[in-house]
């Protein structure tokens, strides 16, 4: 393989396949990956001081992947009303969290009005005491919450907007290829629905992530489709602030007790994704982020030599990763995350939601 001219070129998505495919030469796929990040975003490793607030746990999907769901009368069910989700915004900023992360299950009764209704009370609460980034609600959420209040995609993003929303997490994405969703996710947004929501948010005003989800039944072919999708869509609407692979925490998720589910994604199929992403996105993409919560410490500070740059937030409360069988722990606190940095040889630096550095 030629990869010093991947290094210079916009590969095709057949070659993305063929790096995807190829068993020989999985060092020198990382140290293109490590070389062309060097030269995009240079040596620092950002972070974020952030919250995870999930808003009810009680979802009607049916997501192959997801052991943190409850159905209603659960002991463990729970729903918190826009004042209460606003009170753990302000805890968190109180304690020097720049952004919070906001999600919930798909229910009836949230609709975009009710989205909305938590925005302005986030943003109301947190307001004396300095601004705080609200990311929410993925695609997903979004249409849903859409239909229930009888609005278009396009109506709702407009509400959000209006109300305080400043970005989007790019989940429910999993892998964008219908047939693939059809097994892990059938009660989901199609790929044209997610593209479409993701797309539309941009236009908006509302900046997204992306993320993809690997390592339960997709092939090789899948990965390098999503990638293009995504590398599409940044094109034309250059609205992705960063990408984040999601391994596939397998010991708790329905999927894994199927005999067409995969065990998880091994190591070296967790590294070639960060670095595959960054040879296929080069600056395009700028920030390729890692998940601690999914990897661990030890593999996420690997794969900031391949290709990622950012290692994502304190988070301080993260259930979705633990329900799964994550065994990482839910919070970093931002001294641990500088240490996780610097035993690599690299440099931390803070960062906001939009990665604007904070000094």
Request: charged share 25%; aromatic share 8%.
């Amino acid at each position: 393989m030629d990869f010093i001219s991947f290094k210079e070129k916009e590969i095709s998505k057949k070659e993305c396949l063929e790096l995807f495919e190829n068993t020989e030469n999985f060092f020198d796929v990382i140290k293109l990956a490590d070389s062309l990040r060097k030269d995009i975003v240079g040596d620092a490793v950002t972070y974020v001081v952030n919250a995870n607030i999930n808003f009810t746990n009680i979802c009607t999907g049916t997501c192959g992947f997801c052991a943190y769901k409850a159905e209603h009368g659960d002991p463990h069910a729970f729903f918190l009303n826009p004042d209460e989700v606003a009170k753990k915004a302000l805890e968190a900023r109180k304690i020097g969290a720049t952004e919070v992360c906001i999600q919930g299950g798909l229910l009836k009764e949230i609709d975009t009005y009710f989205q909305a209704e938590i925005l302005k009370k986030v943003k109301e609460i947190t307001a004396p005491y300095g601004k705080i980034d609200v990311h929410a609600f993925s695609p997903m959420e979004v249409k849903s919450a859409a239909e229930n209040a009888g609005l278009n995609v396009k109506e709702a993003l407009k509400i959000l907007k209006e109300s305080g929303l400043n970005s989007m997490p790019g989940t429910a994405a999993e892998i964008l290829n219908d047939e693939i969703r059809s097994e892990i996710c059938p009660t989901k947004l199609k790929t044209s629905e997610w593209i479409d929501v993701v797309s539309n948010a941009h236009k908006t005003g509302i900046k997204t992530t992306c993320t993809m989800m690997y390592g339960h039944v997709e092939e090789n072919d899948h990965l390098a489709e999503h990638l293009s999708i995504l590398r599409n869509i940044q094109k034309e609407t250059g609205g992705f602030t960063e990408f984040v692979p999601l391994t596939f925490l397998h010991e708790n998720a329905p999927l894994y007790h199927t005999e067409r589910v995969k065990s998880g994604a091994s190591g070296m199929l967790d590294l070639k994704v960060y670095a595959i992403s960054r040879i296929f996105f080069k600056d395009s993409i700028k920030n390729i982020q890692t998940s601690w919560v999914k990897l661990g410490t030890k593999l996420s500070q690997v794969s900031l030599n391949c290709g990622a740059n950012d290692i994502g937030g304190t988070l301080m409360e993260e259930n979705i990763s633990k329900s799964a069988g994550g065994s990482y722990g839910t919070y970093m606190s931002e001294e641990q995350l500088k240490d996780m940095v610097l035993a690599v040889g690299r440099i931390p630096k803070q960062r906001n939601t939009a990665y604007e550095i904070i000094e």
